[in-house]
Structures are given as C-alpha cells and as structure tokens.
Nanobody, 115 residues
Framework: QVQLVESGGGLAQAGGSLRLSCAAS????????CRWYRQAPGKQREWVGT???????TYPATVKGRFTISRDNAKNTVYLEMNSLKPEDTAVYYC?????????WGQGTQITVSS
C-alpha cells in the first residue's frame, strides 16, 4: 500500500516562498513519477508539475519559473519549492503517484497566500 504524506503548508505573503514535502512509503520510490496538484475552493483540481524517476520536470505556464519540483530518493521524498507566491496560488496542494494501475494521493496541505 502506497502512502503519501504532504507537509509544509501554511500562510505566506504575496511574493514570499514556501516549500512543501511529500514523503512516500510502500513503493520503490526511485522508480515513481510524482506529480503535484492543487485545488482552490470551488475550482477543479489543477496540475502543478511533474518529476520523473530521472529527475526531469515539467510545469504548466501558470507556475513555470516560480515553482520547482525536486526529489530525494534516499529520503523517499518529493519537494515543491514555491517562490514569488501570488494570492491565486492559494489552494490545497496534493502529491500524486502511480503504482501499477492505481493512482495514489496524499491528504493535501493548505497554502494560503495573502496580498
């Protein structure tokens, strides 16, 4: 059973930074593609970025240049570094990975950015 646990959420001012962590268990983590998503109140879940097992990353235009995903396979952890935060970044952030045919999600962590 794969478990993902996000941490690092909280309050930030516009222009500030936060770093989220996603700790994984129950999988050979180094082989996993990991993704971050977010969901703001009343909106659909939105993809924030992906990191492959080799460390390649992709991002949507909304966060590219501001957000950076990295991973530490020795710690079974993926990180989301968020800089130049904007109020519209306010959301619950989730990490996601797959194992076999199943997709796994963390419980989410709230980020609130004040203007």
């Amino acid at each position: 059973q794969v478990q993902l646990v996000e941490s690092g959420g909280g309050l930030a001012q516009a222009g500030g930074s936060l770093r989220l962590s996603c700790a994984a268990s129950g999988t050979v983590f180094s082989l996993n593609v990991c993704r971050w998503y977010r969901q703001a109140p009343g909106k659909q879940r939105e993809w924030v970025g992906t990191i492959t097992s080799s460390g390649s990353t992709t991002y949507p235009a909304t966060v590219k240049g501001r957000f950076t995903i990295s991973r530490d396979n020795a710690k079974n952890t993926v990180y989301l570094e968020m800089n130049s935060l904007k109020p519209e970044d306010t959301a619950v952030y989730y990490c996601n990975t797959d194992k076999g045919l199943r997709s796994y999600w963390g419980q989410g962590t709230q980020i609130t950015v004040s203007s």
